[in-house]
């Protein structure tokens, strides 16, 4: 059937969206981008993410080698995450999502 879809589990993009395929990776990536980020800042930024989920993908970004946690023994306590160079390759692949977005659904948002 032309409609089909196979998946297996040794599929480039099977195991693509396995890594980054969730509601919020992607823009968890995208919003840390190439500055370094305060956990404050990017749930800020976010908006409707809750800590704990954010604190959940951060965790399995920074496991998957995606991104970078440095925690800083202060008073408060500060946690940066910044990309890694495996997070930075996909920067451009995210771009291109977003122009392919504002070219295809401009009328959306008018």
């Not at 965790?59 to 991104?67: H, S, T, W």
């Not at 408060?76 to 122009?99: A, F, H, S, W």
Request: hydrophobic fraction near 40%; proline fraction near 5%; charge should be positive.
């Amino acid at each position: 059937m032309a409609n089909e879809i196979f998946i297996c589990h040794n599929c480039p993009m099977t195991r693509t969206m396995a890594t980054i395929g969730t509601k919020w990776k992607p823009i968890i990536i995208y919003t840390i981008g190439l500055k370094q980020q305060r956990f404050g800042l990017i749930h800020a930024k976010m908006g409707l993410i809750s800590k704990k989920i954010l604190t959940e993908q951060l965790k399995e970004l920074e496991e998957d080698g995606i991104v970078k946690r440095e925690a800083f023994r202060e008073m408060p306590p500060r946690v940066e995450y910044t990309l890694t160079d495996k997070g930075l390759e996909l920067l451009p692949i995210l771009n291109l999502l977003t122009e392919w977005n504002s070219r295809h659904h401009q009328a959306d948002f008018k």
